[in-house]
């Protein structure tokens, strides 16, 4: 009796196993908010650098430069907004006020702002008319707002921060849907500071009181991811060169140097670069990079702006830049800094377009599209769960296995031999990121040959190698959990 009560049991027990794998996966770790799958979503926008410092060739204002310097020539935020539009970028980032404290908005905060200008007679707003630009050409805004201001005499008072936040609140009331809050980690040093002309030091860690800043932006632009070196929601790659590692996880645990707590502008920035497995937030990269040496515009700087496919000095190029980070799972925030007109360059315009160009013809036309699929394994046999998912459009499908099951592969065949170079591989990150090594294997006669090693996929990998010619490829893994693959697609992509 005791043997068939056990059997019994043994039984039921592999029923409720086999029960659980006809069902979606468990998350795995952090998952995204739904505010970062939006941010995720838009893969590249652009920063831009616009302020005092563009009429006096600097890139610190020091606070005490006179208003009406700030005057563009031509300012057309049809001209710059449209650029960036027309070749893919999804969103704009303005430097609303950078550390020399002048506002691109007539703030009722400070006298240190566009207001005080002669240009359009002191009626002008810069905030508005590029965040009108972008809602014309169907584009996310963002602000930029320097914590860190070298013109208010209050600065390294508690009465500054009440002013900051009241420039952080004008900013997210009066100009639309929000979707990314950036926090620069530069903090005190010397400046005008109303006519003081002194040097003043701030503790980073406790003088902006960050909780309560951040929770303006959760009141007031829910949506909204913020940046910082710590987050909340996305953080800082770790360099300025516009790049991560192969090996990048959306997952970060901060540590500060010297095993001090971490903070804005205080972290070990490496770190940055490859996120921390298995520890920390969901709290993926951004790539914050500038198209030319500086990050505002400099005329002396025209004939350095990166270039597609040749580095410009020790600049990665422009299809570098796209590679390292969108494909290696992070955000790419090009800045392209308007010029004393108030537009972009011809050569940065240029240079933009051979960006967009490249990435429309490369990404064009996925071979995947009349390609079969199979797979070492479904997840419960089910339909839903099945190779074939990763090959439809839809972002909420997916090919998965059972849990336990680790390593599987994915192949693809062809009707007839095609040339690639560049496979693209998204994780349903929704559940979680899991992958942590993966290879591409083509089918050259009867074997398999490995044109490609790589490490983690997170929302998308971008895996490039030499141009072969097959009729089959396989794509395998190895993961932390069941792998959750929503998408798999190959490109013959431009050399």
């Not at 009429?55 to 710059?80: H, L, R």
Request: hydrophobic residues 35%.
């Amino acid at each position: 009796m005791k043997e068939k009560s056990t059997l019994l049991f043994l039984f039921f027990c592999l029923w409720l196993t086999a029960a659980a794998q006809k069902n979606p996966p468990a998350p795995y770790g952090k998952i995204p908010a739904e505010r970062q799958m939006r941010w995720h979503e838009l893969e590249r926008y652009c920063f831009l650098h616009f302020t005092t410092t563009t009429f006096t060739d600097k890139e610190w204002g020091e606070g005490s430069e006179p208003e009406n310097i700030f005057n563009p020539s031509d300012f057309d935020a049809e001209q710059i907004i449209s650029a960036i539009a027309r070749n893919g970028f999804k969103a704009a980032i303005l430097t609303c006020k950078h550390h020399d404290g002048f506002c691109l908005w007539p703030t009722a905060t400070t006298e240190h702002s566009v207001k005080n200008t002669a240009w359009k007679n002191g009626k002008g707003d810069v905030v508005k008319e590029i965040s009108e630009a972008c809602k014309r050409h169907n584009l996310k805004f963002g602000v930029y707002l320097s914590p860190w201001d070298r013109n208010s005499a209050l600065y390294g008072k508690k009465e500054y921060i009440d002013l900051y936040r009241k420039q952080l609140t004008e900013l997210l009331t009066q100009y639309g849907d929000i979707f990314e809050v950036w926090f620069d980690g530069a903090n005190g040093g010397t400046g005008y500071y109303g006519g003081a002309n002194e040097k003043r030091v701030i503790d980073a860690k406790t003088y902006y009181d960050w909780p309560n800043t951040v929770s303006i932006v959760r009141k007031l632009q829910p949506m909204a991811s913020i940046f910082s070196d710590v987050g909340p929601d996305i953080r800082w790659c770790g360099n300025e060169s516009g790049y991560v590692q192969d090996s990048c996880w959306a997952t970060y645990k901060a540590k500060g140097p010297n095993n001090e707590p971490p903070n804005v502008g205080f972290t070990v920035a490496e770190i940055g670069e490859t996120g921390t497995l298995n520890e920390g937030e969901w709290l993926p990269p951004e790539c914050d990079v500038s198209i030319r040496p500086g990050w505002f515009y400099h005329a002396k700087e025209d004939g350095k702006v990166r270039k597609l496919n040749t580095r410009t000095g020790n600049m990665l190029s422009l299809k570098e830049l796209y590679f390292k980070s969108i494909g290696n799972g992070a955000n790419l925030n090009l800045n392209i800094p308007p010029d004393r007109r108030g537009q972009l360059h011809p050569n940065d315009v240029a240079a933009l377009d051979s960006m967009g160009n490249f990435i429309r013809k490369s990404f064009a036309n996925n071979l995947l599209k009349h390609a079969s699929a199979s797979a070492s394994g479904i997840r419960g046999n089910e339909k839903r769960f099945s190779a074939p998912q990763v090959l439809d459009e839809d972002k909420n499908t997916y090919w998965a296995l059972n849990d336990g099951e680790q390593k599987g592969w994915l192949q693809f065949k062809f009707k007839s031999p095609v040339a690639f170079n560049c496979a693209e591989i998204q994780e349903y990150i929704r559940l979680g990121q899991r992958i942590q090594s993966f290879t591409i294997e083509v089918k050259q006669g009867s074997r398999w040959k490995e044109v490609f090693r790589g490490s983690t996929i997170g929302y998308k990998k971008l895996a490039r190698f030499k141009t072969v010619v097959s009729d089959a490829i396989r794509f395998s893994v190895t993961s932390l959990a069941c792998p959750v693959i929503e998408s798999v697609k190959l490109y013959k992509a431009e050399e």
